[in-house]
Every structure is written in structure tokens, then in C-alpha cells.
């Protein structure tokens, strides 16, 4: 039951890649000033999942609390390292600069998206109502990087067609990684212990190194003071469902 869970949720997370589609519904000035909102919630949700769930659950595994940590930086450098060399573009606005490797972009997407499924498959074995809340984190972060990666390969040259067709074949290969996950942990000794504190330093690394940063961009004092409540907002709902344990 833990693998149909888990399955369900790599399906939920592809299905967001969808969203490029309200891009088209949805006018251009509307969805700029809606995004950063977006992208406020996604960051404390990933923050929220990072601290009070990941790491807490990874205690249960890794008792040393240095090795620990060394693991949470291990996967805040492979992020890191990802974004860096893959040119892996975590675009969350509405104007994205347009890259000339879009198709390098589609390669880093398709590797994001077979982490992302990795880190469900495996927390899902561990635990289902942790694997509920981490999918909430994904789901969160997904949205508006699923509504800006569709925007720059729209801009990098493909029809509306086609630019959904290989946003949502990249994220395909999220249900892929939640099988590869879900089996490595079942089978590996120590693939969990490695695999959650390395999840939660590149929830960590995706908030701060790519979500934060757009977020002050936003000069508008009722508009920031906005922001702030939603980053709030998405680190209480990962509380709230961990207080559900």
C-alpha cells in the first residue's frame, strides 16, 4: 500500500506540470502579480518541510548529530552542484530570461523531477503521513516552477503544444524515481539515512538560493508585507500537518 501511495503522489507531482495551461487562461498581468505570492508559500513550505519534518524524521536514522548535518550539506552542494553545471533554471516568475540551452534545461528538469521522485518513493516506505507532508512541500514548489519553466520554453522557441508536451514528459520521470526510490530504500542498508537530511538540504537550498532571492525583488511595502504572510503561512501548514503525527 506504502509503493500505491507513493505512486499516487509521483502522479499528483507530474500532473502539476499541467499547470502551463492556466498561463494561457490566466492574462499576463494577472499571473505576475499572483506568482511571487506562489513562490512565497512555496518557499516556507519547503522550509517548513525541511526543519520540522525531514530533519526531525532523519534523527531516527542518523543519531550522530555532525553526520547528520554533513548529509543536509551534502544535498544543499549536489543542488548546488545541479543548478551550477546541468543549468538546472528554476524560473518563478513570469518573465524568465529566455537561455539558449532550453534543451539542457529540459535534461536538468528531467533530473530535478527524478530527485523529487526519489525523495517520495523513500519517504514513503518510512512513513506515509510523512510522505503526505513532503509531497505538500514538492506540490508547493512545483507550481510555480512547473508555470515558469513552461513560460521559458515558450520563449525559448516552442509552440504552447509542445512546450507542455515536454514539460510534462520531464516530469514523467518523477514516477520513475519514486519506484528507484522506493526500492533503494527497501533494499540498500542506509539509503534512508543518507537520502532524507540530503532531501531537506535541497528543499533548503531551493528556498533560499532560488525562491527567497526573487522575493526581494518585490519593492512594494503592502505587497512585501503580503509576501511575508504567505512564506509564514507555508511553514504553519507543515507544522500544523506535523502536529497531525
Known sequence: MNLLYALIASVIVSLISLVGVFALIIKDNVLKKIMIFLVAFAA????GGAFLDIIPEATEYVKDSTQLFLFVILGYTLFF???KYLHW???HTAECEVHRFTYLNIVGDIVHNFSDGMIIGAVFLI???LGIATTLAIVFHEIPHELGNFTVLLYGGFSKLKAL????????????GTIAGYYFAGTINGFSSILLPAAAGGFIYIASCDL???LHKEEDGKRSAFIMVTFVAGIILMYLLKMLD
Open 44 to 47: 516556507g513550505g519547503l522550509i
Open 81 to 83: 552542484m545541479l543548478e
Open 89 to 91: 533554471r528554476h524560473c
Open 127 to 129: 512513513d506515509i503521513k
Open 165 to 176: 508536451f515536454f514539460n510534462f514528459l520531464s516530469s514523467l520521470f518523477a514516477i520513475a
Open 212 to 214: 527567497i532571492p526573487e
